[in-house]
């Protein structure tokens, strides 16, 4: 996997979606299979468009159930880390439960603004259909 984070629909019914949230930084990793309410990924968009807009912007976003709850779920944190203006993303990503157990990866990498600009734009396109994906591609 290219370093990212890299969103994708894989299972809808009439009351749910279910995303599979995949993250490599070349060092660490982590993959959660994450049920969703409908229009939950646009909303995502929408809490990340136009970021940064002001030297200390943090945006957070959580996807799924945190708590550890058998469901899976994510934080996604964009921030900035210096004042230069150089940007990262945080990310937590927890699976569901597993032979009883939950397993948890928190990494950190580097972003630009153009990396964060294409992956609103991929998740605006996703529309709660099984298939297409976002990536938010990291610095190498």
Not at 34 to 63: C, N, T
Not at 66 to 71: F, I, P, S
Not at 90 to 97: D, E, P, S
Request: glycine share 10%; charged share 20%.
């Amino acid at each position: 996997m290219d370093r990212g984070l890299l969103l994708k629909l894989i299972w809808k019914d009439n009351d749910m979606v279910e995303a599979r949230l995949s993250s490599w930084n070349g060092e660490f990793g982590g993959t959660a299979d994450i049920y969703l309410s409908y229009g939950v990924l646009p909303e995502m968009a929408h809490v990340f468009d136009g970021f940064p807009q002001r030297p200390s912007d943090v945006r957070e976003f959580i996807l799924g159930d945190l708590d550890g709850a058998g469901c899976g779920g994510a934080s996604v944190r964009l921030h900035k880390i210096d004042l230069a203006g150089h940007m990262a993303v945080t990310l937590t990503v927890l699976t569901g439960t597993r032979n009883g157990a939950n397993q948890t990866v928190t990494l950190h990498a580097p972003i630009e603004a153009a990396a964060v600009d294409n992956f609103v734009a991929e998740l605006k396109k996703i529309d709660d259909e099984v298939g297409p994906t976002a990536f938010l591609r990291f610095n190498t």
